[in-house]
Every structure is written in structure tokens, then in C-alpha cells.
């Protein structure tokens, strides 16, 4: 029980682990509910609420529950208090310039008084029972306010350059010469006011900036958490309708899709569901026609698996013209003999063993029976004309670093423990068949699946673990300049359940084992060359632990990054590599139907060249887990979740891709991480998984008939890991018009955002980040300007105005500015290649997560929240927080996760009760609190209940990255850092606060109206004129 399943541990009881996980019933007795009295603390139960002693004042009193529950569980200290006697306490997170969190702990430079924050705060009714309710009109207007905003009216002054803020780096702030609360200069005196607006007539948000008093009310600009929660409490009782909705519900949050034959938007999202029908329709709007696919996305438990059909040898019907499948919107006509297809209008002949009659509309009379020709997405079993070879069970090969440092930090023994509880965690002796066998559904890997172990450090050790052993046995290869793999591949391979306990036996000595070795040095490309051959008449996945820069053997690596690198040109050669030997290995892998996920520790922050690394991983379809500051006791609970996460996950090998689409359109780019041969070839991947997503970006070859519909079917052929190849059919459709209002009521946010961001992360290697900036930037300020232009001409000009699809759309480009990839200031190579790679190939969930953190305040849970509601049986959630230190109060607790990431900010004054109740008995203190705590404990108070069901609830939405916890208490953790890096709403030493931001993009709007508006600013760009950010602009984008 060493991973999420504790946080499960109440609500396993009634033997369900499915989505929505984790309920604790307020109603139920405090009597232990953990399904094995051996794995759980006796402890788990819920208790029902308690009152709480306040921090300070007057002891607590039991809330009467027929009276109804204060909002605030726990009185904040602050609020008991005299303003002047107020201890100094809030310390500004945000460094002078650069400092990671790995440099240790935080150390308070300047307090500052409390009183300004409470000023600042003064519409958050710090300390009482409610907060004001915020305005849910989606209409709002920015009064331009007194000061120097005048610069923000409409055309700026003199020759102010409209991208200078983004493009300094650090931008110039008066603040920054001495440290501030973040709350303080939130919203400087250039900002005007926010007043509410009379509703505009084009179904837009509008911002005002010709006003001329007040004070901003941030409450007032679109809210990301706000639309996020509306559309998670209307998808919690309704289904999203794939043919009668044609807007999907944001990707972060949970939801069920019905799959009408338009393929769920968890498999694929359109940026436009209403495309133009003409190439200068688009780009009159300037916004991407793009699609984003995640083939082999998870359902939710409530949807449909995807069908599998056998049309036998000859495999499904396709188009004989243009090769598209089957699928639901291919009409067919002539009685049934005939069926046209909807991407090139061919009639083909239907094969008589398929044919069926029309009825009097047009449609088979098999319809209904025919899941190809009524749902969006199928699998088609394919004969042996797509086989290369044989397709097996998938191949796992365990990869372990055995050096000094891993075994030292620990990494070793974790990645062990982790690999031990991915493939036998959830069985028990109990479980097991009378022959000793594993029931299927227990198995971690599909039966007929092997494992194989290699460790290595500068040689590498093969084991067998073959059934007969009565230990494994252990060969060394310490040829490195030609390794080879020492061992029959009988031998080398098993069934992990057949050997569960020699594999058992392995991994538990590996550590004592290598204790005594200590090599310092690994070889790594050597041992993945090795690896690779030991799959080279199957193909299958490479899962690598890693612990230090590999500095010995061919392909060895040496640290390339320095600081003195950093924000000029060549800086984009530390995001990539070009060494041979690495890319060599990373194609003949994908060649092979070989992927590899890397899991990376850099004990100390060390430079541990991930771009080139990494590229292995990039180029087959993997993905790099980076443990920036590996602390093991901290760390091993993220490791162990993670690793079992690949291991479990639909993962498919010897993948090939292709999209088609519409006559009149064609595909322009593919952003992710494939390998590519060509720019027209399909995409390949050595194996691929439930959390790859890929972004398709078309351009126009001709016209699309507004009469008709535009449609896209992606085709993934692939190995299942159960050993079955298969097409996997995703079919998209959208509507056409000549433009216009119905365009922008179809424009799909998410997907907007995340196609944007992949753009920008496939750029990271030509162009330098500044020139990255500033092209999210003036895309920003293109979109909004056009739509300006084409929709909103009636609005008074001060106004920014927001279509209302893409009202959070410029808090989404700030949080790409602030994002560790793009933005300015230092930032370690590692960190920024790991964040890029992870926008290219994550989904649109992981995308919006990164860009715009999860924050619950636990401080003041009202009492139903976390847990179900009594009428619907869903989880009652609280609204999230903006990501803004304004909505953080003196005295709270908070939840915050960017989906990579989850942090428990604790404020310096939060009250002991409140310690306790979360953490356990004798925790009143932040001192008192372990700082590597990774999971909560399981306790029986209402506060620790409700925070690991809405942990939980999280949990289960997300990509590839568990969340455990880590603690970030104010003014002792390192993680504050983090914490004030995840505030993205406001300004910090690199980027500015979320109104600087639109009152900025609004100028650049302005200044476009009025033709003013300069294209190409940089010094590349006058060097290379219209190459390089028009085209930057135009061609993905
Ligand atoms: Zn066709």
C-alpha cells in the first residue's frame, strides 16, 4: 500500500477503484472501512465533524448541523488579531531574479506588514464566513484609471514598443530593486478598474480600458477556475452528446462522452468545429485549424471501450481512391451497392459480402448493428498485409542504473520497490488461482507479455529468471565498444508471474547487491544498444532508470549547459542534440517498434543533458520522468506510482500513423514526439500510450463546399500489448460556413491553446525563446484583433473586446509566457527541455493544467465539500482558486497542482487545530511537520477526509505524472518557489500579472486597428525579413 491506493483506502470497501474514485460517505460510521486490515491503519475511518479549538481567541463551538456550517471551519489567526500587533509573517515568495527550488531552503529577506495585505485584500472578506459572491456575468469592462494608464489608451505614447514587456528580460519593474509581496504589486497604478459592463452584443466578454477612475476588481476578467468549475458541475449530471454538441467541455475536467459518430474529444479535439471554407476566411481570423489526438486516451468507467471488429482477411472496407476506412459518414447509395466516400467523394463499389440495402433515407438497414458505421472511433483487427512480422505480446525490458549515486540516493532501491509493486502490487496470496497462476484481470501485463532485467553501470549485467532457477543467474557484458546481449532470449525474457519469486528475489538484493560495487560512472547508449537487440525480432518497450550523467563509453556525454549560454542565440543547441550515436540508436529503435521511457534523477539539480537523452525517448514515442532534486524518502512514493502508471497504461508498439481530411484542406505540420521521415510521411513511433497526444495542423489545397461537412479521420496502426495488430479508426467531423459568427460560437479553447503551445515547443530548436515569446504574443494580439476586426466593430473602441469562446484564451497565453520552457530569465537547460517535450507530446489536459494550476484553500472547506452529495452521488466540489496571491489569506492551508506537481502550501500562521486535523495528533506546528512528508495520513477527522477525497478527485483526471505531495510551509521550504512560480495570475520578475497582461494585449489590439501596428521586431527578423515571424506565424499557427 505504498502508492495512491492509501489515499483509496476508505472507499475500497465496496471493492470499486474506479473513476469517480475515493468517496468517503460523511454518513458512515467511524469504523475502519480498509479492504485488507493488514495494508491499512486502523485509524482509516471517518469521523464525522468535529469542532475546533480556534488558534487564537475563544475555543471553538460544535457547529449545529441542522443550522448549517460556517464556510470558515478554521478562524483565521489574523483576523482575531489588533493590526498593529500583527507579526511579521507574509514573506514575499518571489526571488530577486532566478533561484531554483533545489537551492535550498527559502530564506525571509524583507517581511513585510501584514496590514497591506489585508488592505490589498479588503474585497475578500478575510476572516468571515462568506466571500463575496463573485460576478458570474461573463461581461466586464476595464475602466481605464487614473495615472499613467493613459499610456494604455488606445494608441500608446511616443514610440513605446508594444512587446517590450515580454521581451525584456527580466522585464523593468520599480519593484524589483527591493522585495515585495507579490499581493502588493499585483496591480500597479498603470492598471485602470474593472466595472461591470452592459452585455455586448456579439456573445463576447468585453474589457474597458477608457475609463477613468477606480480601482481594478480582478474579480471582474474572465476566470479560468470559474469556467473550469461551471462546466465540472453541469458535466457531473449531463453526457457530452458527440453529435448533438459540437463545443467539447474543457479537458480538465471530468466528464462521460456518448460517441454519436463523431469520435469523443477525448480522442480528438478540433480547434474549429466550424471551419471556413476558404483559406482566407481563416486567416481573416488568424486563428490554427488544428487537431489535437490522443489515440489511446482512457475512458472515464461510466464510457463505452472502444469496439474491435474482424472483417477476416480481407480486412475493413476502404475507399479505393484515397484509402479511408469505413466509418459513419460515408454515404451510401444505388440501393446499398454503392458507398461514396467523405473525404474524396469517390463512389466505390461496396464488396459484396458487405452489402446491405438502403432504407427509404439513404441509410444501411444495418446501421444500428454496425459499430463502424455508427461510432466515431473502432478498431479494426487487420490481416497480415499490415505485419512487418509476427505481432507478439509486448516485451518489457527493466533497465537499472546500479551506480554509486543510485544506490547512495536511494534511487536504486525505490526504482526496485517501484518496478516490484508495478507488476505485483495489487495481488495477494489469496488472490492467486489453485495452480498458482495470476487471474488475468490481476495481471499488471496482458498474459503471453515477458520482462526482462539489465543492470548496468560501466558494464552491464544481464539476468535469468527462467521458472527452473533456483536463483537468477547473472551474465556481465563489459564489452562496450560492441555490446551485445550475452544471453538467450529465452533465458533473458519471463513471465513475471510464472518467476514472481526470483524477480521478487532480484530486485530486493539488486540494492545490497551494488552496495558493495560502486561504480561512479554509467554507460548508458552501449546498454541501450544492448537493450534494443534483445527486441529486435519483436519490438516491445525499454523502461531505463538513471541516476547520473552517462560519462563512460561510446556516446558518452559531458555537461554542455552554462549559464553564460543562457538568453542569447545558441541557447536553443541546449534543447536538442547532435550527437550521432543518440540519434542513431533513437531511429533504429523506432525502426525496430522499440520505445523507451526514461526515468531521469538528478540528485542535486545536475545537469544531466536531457535533450539528448531525452531524444530517445522523444523520437520513439516514450517520455522522461526528471526528478529535478531526487530525494529519495520524499520521491520514491511519485516514482513507484509512476512507474507503475507506464507499465499499466494502453500502451501499443510498432506504431504508424496517418491522418487524412476533406478534399480542399491538407495536413501542413505535425507537432509531438515521433519520428517523421519526411514532412509528408506518416508518423512513426517505437510504441505509444494512452497519454501521447498528437497536434495536427492543416492548410487549404483548394476550397470547402459550405454545403458539405469537413472530416478527419486519424488512423493508428498499431501492436496492442496483448499482441494483436489493429487499426484504431478516430472519425471527426465539423461543419462548414463561409466564416462569421457561427465560426467563433464553434471555437474550441482547449484545443486553441494547446496547439499554440505545441507550436511554440516544436520551435524551441530553430528559433531563440525570446523570438517564441514574442510570436505567442503577437498570436495573441492577432487573434483578438482580427476578431476585433470581423465581429465586434459595433463595440465602443476602448473596449477589448473577448470572444466568448476564448475568454480565458489571454490568461492562457500569459501562463505559456511564465511556463518553464518559454520563459525569460535563467532557467536550467534540463528543466526547460523536460517542459517542452512534455507540451509536445502531452494531451490538452496536461497542456491547460501546466499553463493554469488547480488550487483549493483547505482552510475553510465548507463541511460537504469532498464528499458525495446525498441527491446526485457526486463529489461536492469546492470552487477552485485563482492562481493569484491576492485569494491567498493570512493563516491557510492550500492544495495547488500544475498536473506535474503537488504542493500544500502552509502559511506561517495556520492554525494548529487545523495541523492536526490534517497531519495527525502532536503536528501544531509547521516546524513540527516532516519536510519530506509525501502522503497524507490517514486520520479520522472531517478536514483529513475531505482533503484526500478532492486529492483523489484530482488524481483521477490526469496525464502521465502522479501527484504525491510535497510541503511547502512558508518561510521553511525551498518549494514555496514553486508554489510562487505556480501564481501565474500574477507579476513576477519575468513576466507580468494577468491585467498588466490584457491591458497590454489590448494596446497591441489598438494599435492594429489603427494600422500602427509593427510586424517583425527583432534583430532577427530585420535580417531575415519576411522568413522568419511571418512565416512563424503563418505556417503552424
Ligand atoms: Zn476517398
Known sequence: ???????????????????????????????????????????????????????????????????????????????????????????????????????????????????????????????????????????????????????????????????????????????????????????????????????????????????????????????????????????????????????????????????????????????????????EALNSTALPLGLVIQPLAALSSGEQPVPVLDFGERGPPRCSRCRTYVNPFMSFRSGGNKFVCNMCTFPNDVPSDYFAPTDHAGNRIDRDQRPELNQGTVEFLVPKEFWTREPVPMRHVFVIDVTQEAVNRGFLEAFCDGILNALYGEITQEDANEDGSVPEHLRAIPPGSKVAFITYDKEAHFYSCSPGLLQPQMLVMSEMEDPFVPIGSDSLFCDPYESRALITSLLNQLPKIFSAVRNPEPALLPVLDAAMSSLVDTGGKIICSLSALPTWGPGRLFRRDDSKLHGIDTEKKLFQTEHSGWKRTADKMVELGVGVDFFIASPGGVYMDLATIGHISATTGGEVFHFPNWHGPRDNLKLSAEVKHIVTRETGYQAVMKVRCSNGLQISTYQGNFKQQSSVSDLEFGTIDADKTIGVMFSYDGKLDPRLDAHFQCALLYTTASGERRVRCINTVASVSEGGAELMRHVDQDAVVCVIAKEAAMRMTERNLKEIRHSITEKTIDILASYRKGYSSDHPPGQLVLPENLKEFSMFTLGMLKCRAFKAGAEPSDRRTQVMRTIRSGSALTTSLLLYPRIFSLHDLPPTSGFPDPNTEQLVIPAHLRASFSRIQEGGAYLVSDGQTTLIWLHSHVSPALLEDLFGPGFTTLQSLQADLNELPILQTHLNAQARNLLAYWNSHLGSRKQTIQLARQGLDGAEYEFARLLVEDRNAEAQSYVDWLVHVHRGVQMDLAGQRKRGQTAQDKEDGEQTLANLRSMGW
Not at 121 to 150: F, I, W
Open 1 to 279: 500500500m505504498s502508492d495512491f491506493t492509501t489515499y483509496h483506502a476508505l472507499a475500497e470497501e465496496n471493492g470499486k477503484k474506479t473513476v469517480p474514485p475515493t468517496i468517503n460517505v460523511p454518513e458512515q460510521p467511524a469504523t475502519p472501512l480498509t479492504h485488507s486490515a493488514a495494508e491499512a491503519p486502523k485509524t482509516a475511518g471517518y469521523a464525522p465533524p468535529q469542532a475546533y479549538p480556534l488558534s487564537v481567541g475563544s475555543p471553538g463551538v460544535a457547529p449545529p448541523r441542522s443550522a448549517g456550517f460556517p464556510s470558515n471551519a478554521y478562524n483565521l489567526q489574523h483576523a482575531n488579531m489588533p493590526q498593529g500587533q500583527l507579526p511579521a509573517g507574509i514573506l514575499s515568495p518571489y526571488p530577486h531574479g532566478f533561484m531554483s527550488p533545489q537551492q535550498g531552503q527559502f530564506t525571509p529577506t524583507s517581511p513585510s506588514p501584514i496590514g497591506s495585505l489585508d488592505a490589498q485584500m479588503n474585497n475578500l472578506n478575510v476572516g468571515g464566513t462568506t466571500r463575496k459572491k463573485k460576478d458570474r456575468h461573463a461581461y466586464h469592462t476595464l475602466d481605464q484609471g487614473t495615472g499613467s494608464s493613459q499610456a494604455f489608451n488606445g494608441i500608446p505614447q511616443g514610440s513605446t514598443n508594444p512587446s517590450e514587456f515580454l521581451n525584456a528580460s527580466p522585464m523593468p519593474s520599480p519593484f524589483l530593486s527591493q522585495p515585495v509581496t507579490p499581493a502588493m504589486n499585483q496591480f500597479p497604478a498603470a492598471a485602470g478598474t474593472f466595472v461591470s459592463a452592459t452585455k455586448g452584443r456579439t456573445g463576447a466578454a468585453t474589457v474597458d480600458t477608457s475609463g477613468t477612475s477606480g480601482r481594478v476588481d480582478p474579480d471582474q476578467i474572465p476566470s479560468i477556475p470559474r469556467a473550469r468549475d461551471q462546466a465540472a458541475l453541469h458535466y457531473q449530471t449531463h453526457d457530452y452528446k458527440t453529435m448533438e454538441q459540437h463545443l467539447p467541455p474543457p479537458s480538465s475536467i471530468p466528464y462521460n462522452a456518448i460517441d454519436q459518430g463523431n469520435s469523443s474529444p477525448k480522442y480528438a479535439r478540433l480547434t474549429l468545429n466550424n471551419i471556413p471554407h476558404t483559406s
